[in-house]
């Protein structure tokens, strides 16, 4: 099984963050600061309470006011990068929340554009949108225009309705209209890390508002390649759901024309072996044509109850009659997902459509 990724928290990490402190701050308290770390509740705590506890830790250790501690802190984020280190925004959430105009707001602002460039601070500036939306979309559209890429993709990141694993937004899932805006001053941005995170807020905002989401791929689809990769990754959901309409606009047809036979499904495996499945498609017409092959799953959980998740098989533009598919899917053991034993169902989906399904059954080794 992978190592969590909540063991990334290390005593090496630790330490070298301390001798970071220790060279902007002489007086800091290494073994306190070691010792309440890793207290006698370190070894329950999952990957976010980690992050969260190590802030905390970090506000008990510097002692002296909020805005003298962001001088030490800054210097030493510089010298680490990646998502372990967004203890260092998480900082900013937990003691620099104060209202717009003040401060210590300011500080925190400057703090958290600081701090994106390193680590992210895509979830600590979440509590400050939800607590007040206008002046922040505000502060996000100024990010918008900055010239680091990090900078940008904190403006369309931090706001996304539905980011995973961080505070949810309900104010911008009922009405995205203000991210929307956003989303216009990033739709042709020149990094491509900025625009995925473009789709991906798109692809968040279509959960909520489909209709929306499909009059703004209509919009933007055929101005440049970059921008339409942009608008199909960001109505994959959609198009995951078969709705004619998406999938009329990025020119897959009804399936009605095509048949499906030779449909073979493995009866059994067991957890940690691939699964396998084949079929044949084929048609009286010309060709086939432009196809969106997909699989969907019906995992079993827990409880008894069943859990939909469909898969991409490929996308391509068939030109003969029939077309023979092979293919596996792992059922490896992650740390994402969970696989009970007990009968499973599979689906094969042509262009939104599900055409032929059969059960199987998984298997505890």
């Known amino acids: 099984m992978p190592e969590p990724l909540k063991n990334l928290y290390t005593k090496e990490l630790i330490n070298s ?26 070894q329950g705590r999952e990957l976010k309470d980690r992050m969260k506890r190590i802030s905390e830790v970090l506000n008990l250790c510097l002692p002296m006011t909020y805005i003298k501690s962001l001088e030490i802190l800054k ?9 372990q280190y ?24 400057d703090a958290l554009e600081y701090f994106t460039a390193f680590s992210s ?8 949108l939800k607590a007040y939306p206008i002046a ?11 010239e680091n890429e990090h900078i940008r993709r904190l403006a369309s990141e931090g706001c996304r309705p539905r980011l995973p694993w961080a505070m949810a937004l309900p104010d911008f899932k009922f009405n995205p209209s203000s991210v929307l805006a956003l989303l216009v001053l990033l739709r042709y941005d020149s990094s491509e ?23 703004i791929a209509k919009a933007w689809l055929g101005e440049t390649k970059n921008l339409d990769r942009l608008v199909k990754h960001g109505c994959r959901t959609l198009l995951k759901q078969g709705g004619a309409d998406v999938l009329t606009l990025f020119g897959f047809t009804d399936p009605s ?22 079929f044949q498609l084929n048609t009286n017409q010309v060709n086939i044509g432009k196809l969106r092959l997909e699989f969907a799953i019906d995992f079993m959980k827990s409880k008894g109850k069943t859990s939909k998740k469909v898969f991409s098989i490929s996308e391509s533009n068939c ?45 505890n080794k």
């Not at 922040?136 to 900055?146: C, G, K, P, V």
């Not at 968040?204 to 929306?212: F, G």
């Not at 024309?257 to 084949?278: C, V």
């Open 75 to 83: 210097p030493v984020a510089e010298q680490f990068s990646g998502f």
């Open 86 to 109: 967004m203890f260092f925004p998480g900082y900013v959430e937990l003691y620099g929340f104060a209202e717009p105009g003040s401060e210590v707001f300011l500080a925190s602002m």
């Open 193 to 215: 890390y900025v625009r995925k995170s473009v789709a991906n807020n798109l692809n968040d905002i279509s959960k909520d508002h489909p209709d929306e989401v499909v009059n």
């Open 121 to 128: 601070s895509e979830f600590a500036v979440r509590p400050f």
């Open 136 to 146: 922040m979309m505000l502060q996000m559209t100024a990010w918008a225009s900055s």
């Open 257 to 278: 024309h095509i048949g499906l036979s030779d449909f073979n499904l493995q009866e059994s495996l067991e957890i940690g072996e691939s699964l396998s499945f084949s």
């Open 319 to 363: 030109d003969g009659q029939f077309k023979i598919v092979k293919k596996k899917h792992p059922f490896k053991i992650i740390s994402t997902r969970t696989y009970y034993p007990g009968l499973h169902r599979l689906a094969i989906i042509v262009n939104g459509k599900e055409m032929i399904a059969g059960n199987f059954n998984l298997i």
């Open 17 to 42: 963050l301390c001798c970071a402190i220790t060279a902007e701050y002489p007086a800091f308290d290494t073994p306190l600061f070691t010792a309440l770390i890793f207290d006698s509740e370190w």
